[in-house]
């Protein structure tokens, strides 16, 4: 469990948080309940928490999938600077814009659940995660071959044999298999 | 009282009973690996059906969380409704405790209410840890959050014993719309519009014949007594219970199974990271294409991991060995117990599950010839099975079967400097291609050499190239060649 990274399920909490307030809000307004007022204001906080949280921050380890169209708000987002990198920054803000959306029945289970990406933020952000946007990968260099070489030869021919080519040492060559290797006939 | 929302509630629970109970029954790998093998489910369909199990538990998990949320959505107007319908008439029917109550306080102190919200949380954090992103990159999260499943379904079996949805047990001595000539008609509903009006939960069968005779006859029944209520037995234990009951004596068996020891022969460390492990254990028996579970508690108490078998026990050899990559941290802590701690007493030999038959359709096949194609990036990852390919080379060359086999090896990333794997294996060197196969032309020249037969593609590796082969197999060709695609999966 040493390596998991908790600011990637807070994301996708928070995300689905969001998603839960706006349903959450958008039938308290259309039903018009008493105090709709707290809807439209969960209508409004779900959908900043959805485009906060839908450009995914880049994992420290591997690659990351990216969501899809995100680098145009990854752009966006990455304007902010310290107060969207910070996770200390995000869990405070979803534990804020959680509480007023708690006194209105149906959106009583979006705070809930953004409450708990809140604090797995705080989690996240004690363990020292930082949000680093996905930058795209440079151009890439027309393929050769049909694309089935991903590296051409980078000396022109000539090419000295091998022996003499400057390779840093590998491994040792012939590799012994301790346990000889058998067929079993069937 | 309730309306549009009873309806909805109730369609969306018959669903979710459903969905609650069949999501359980592909988890039963064991039970699935039986009928699998067995010989009565012979039907190449069948096997490929029950290949497909994690994608229906993963339908029917959607399925779960769609539905639930149009459950939660109907109940919270429900909750809303008892308390401003309170009914001074029925007070048996009632959830709220006096008319206005507020609609949050019923939703947490009632038995329900309370299971419920705790249900959509941990479904919460059940369906955010499912995600394919998270699977990839933490599979840690998704396994913990999942074992969640056994509170979900206690908390279950309490949210429907709160027994708030009634029906009328005594429908003869009160058919509803009955005239009761002790008690004033409340003004807002008139005789004759009784009829009409829903009755809140009740059971609707017996009632169905009767009301036309009420209007024609013009006469209304006189009731002999108050209406009766009682609640419905919770039918949700009788679709859950089964499963449930199923699912627990699974794990069971797996635990005690588990419990035989397995002894390691030999750990044998190859180059990329590679680690080949070779095993004992009696009465062992597998299948070229199985794969088998390792469960070692002194590396991870919770975690096991699957992996297929290289190497399968036949009649005069028990050992059998899996080849493992060091990627992840719960295998470098084995391999890190495995050859720093070899001199300790081996005890903690990794518990194992033997499992399914992902690529057990070879065995219909009637082989006449065999094309293996390998993609490495790195040269020394050849080295792994190069002495069994040559000695199978070899063993067939003497045979005078050379074209029984077609090795193609290729190396997808090369730095430019031309490598050979290693002089003693030269029959690899000269089927060694540098770059990426070219699936299409490959899948012709197939096709050419191997006219109106059936071809099996077994594909293990990762998705992309798997969609590829996907298309390649199932797209007809000139020659009249059958391709039928697998797929390795550890589900």
């Known amino acids: 469990m040493g390596r998991i990274e908790w600011a990637m399920w807070a994301n996708e909490q928070a995300l689905a948080s969001g998603l839960i307030l706006v349903t959450g809000g958008v039938v308290a307004v259309a039903a018009q309940f008493k105090g709709w007022p707290f809807a439209a204001y969960a209508i409004a906080a779900g959908v900043f928490v959805c485009l906060l949280e839908y450009p995914r921050g880049k994992r420290k380890k591997g690659s990351t999938m990216e969501r899809c169209g995100q680098k145009y708000l990854t752009a966006v987002v990455k304007v902010f600077g310290p107060i969207t990198r910070n996770y200390y920054v995000r869990a405070i803000l979803h534990a804020a814009l959680a509480v007023p959306a708690g006194f209105l029945l149906s959106t009583i289970l979006g705070t809930a659940c953004l409450g708990i990406a809140s604090a797995i933020y705080l989690l996240a952000a004690i363990r020292g995660e930082e949000w680093n946007p996905i930058e795209q990968k440079p151009q890439e260099r027309p393929q050769v071959g049909g694309g089935t070489i991903k590296q051409p030869p980078a000396m022109p021919p000539p090419r000295p044999p091998a022996d003499t080519r400057k390779k840093p040492p590998a491994e040792v060559a012939g590799q012994e298999n301790p346990i000889p290797v058998t067929i079993e006939a069937e | 009282m309730l309306g549009l929302g009873l309806c909805i509630s109730r369609a969306s629970a018959s669903v979710l009973n459903l969905n609650c109970s069949l999501v359980l029954l592909p ?42 949320v149009l459950h939660v959505a109907a109940h919270l107007v429900n909750v809303l409704n008892f308390s401003v319908n309170y009914t001074e008439e029925f007070l048996a029917l009632n959830a709220a405790n006096y008319h206005g109550e507020d609609p949050r306080k019923l939703l947490f102190t009632t038995v329900p209410g309370l299971t419920g919200v705790l249900m959509v949380l941990v479904l919460f954090l059940m369906c955010t840890a499912s995600t394919y992103a998270i699977r990839l990159s933490n599979y840690d999260i998704f396994w913990y959050t999942h074992n969640l499943f056994f509170v979900f379904y206690v908390l279950l079996l309490v949210h429907v ?14 058919p509803p719309g009955c005239f009761h000539p002790n ?18 939960e009740y059971t609707p069968e017996p009632f169905q014949a009767e009301p036309e005779p009420f209007v024609q006859n013009n006469v209304v029944r006189i009731c002999t007594e108050e209406p009766k209520f009682q609640s419905h037995f919770p039918e949700t234990w009788l679709w859950i219970s089964g499963p449930l009951c199923l699912y627990c004596a699974e794990r069971l068996y797996r635990y ?19 680690l080949e492990l070779r095993m004992r254990k009696e009465n062992f028996k597998a299948k070229p294409g199985q794969y088998i579970i390792l469960h070692c508690p002194r590396v991870s108490a919770l975690e096991s991991h699957p992996f297929t078998l290289t190497m399968c026990p036949t009649d005069t050899k028990a050992t059998f060995g899996v080849h493992l990559k060091i990627v992840g941290d719960w295998t470098e802590r084995f391999r890190d117990l495995l050859l720093l701690h070899s001199n300790q007493d081996t005890e903690i030999l990794p518990n194992f599950q033997q499992r399914n038959y992902p690529n057990d359709d070879w065995q219909c096949y009637k082989l006449r010839r065999l094309y293996f194609i390998w993609v490495c990036r790195e040269i020394q990852s050849f080295r792994w099975f190069a002495d069994l390919l040559c000695m199978l080379h070899n063993k067939l060359w003497q045979e005078n079967r050379p074209d029984y086999i077609n090795i193609q090896l290729y190396l997808s990333q090369t730095d430019g400097i031309q490598k050979i794997i290693d002089e003693k294996y030269q029959v690899l ?25 059936t071809v099996g593609v077994f594909c293990c590796g990762p998705n992309e190239i798997s969609k590829v082969l996907h298309k390649l197999s199932n797209s007809s060709n000139s020659y009249g060649t059958r391709f039928e695609y697998n797929k390795e999966s550890f589900s």
């Open chain 2, 256 to 274: 005690i199974r588990s419990y035989k020891p397995v002894t390691i022969t030999s750990v044998i460390s190859h180059p990329s990271n590679v």
């Open chain 2, 27 to 68: 988890m039963c790998r064991i039970l699935l690996a039986f009928l699998r093998g067995s010989q009565k489910v012979a039907s190449k369909k069948t096997r490929r059906l029950l290949d497909k199990s994690k994608t229906f538990h993963v339908t029917c998990g959607v399925t779960i969380c769609a539905f639930s």
């Open chain 2, 429 to 453: 060197n000269s089927r060694l291609l540098i770059g990426r196969p070219r699936w299409k032309l490959l899948f012709d020249e197939i096709a050419k050499c191997n006219r109106q037969k």
């Open chain 2, 183 to 200: 008690t004033t008609l409340q003004e807002d509903i008139p005789v004759a519009g009784i009829l009409e009006e829903p009755f809140p």
């Open chain 2, 161 to 174: 014993s709160g027994g708030v949805l009634k029906y009328q047990i005594n429908l003869e001595e009160h």
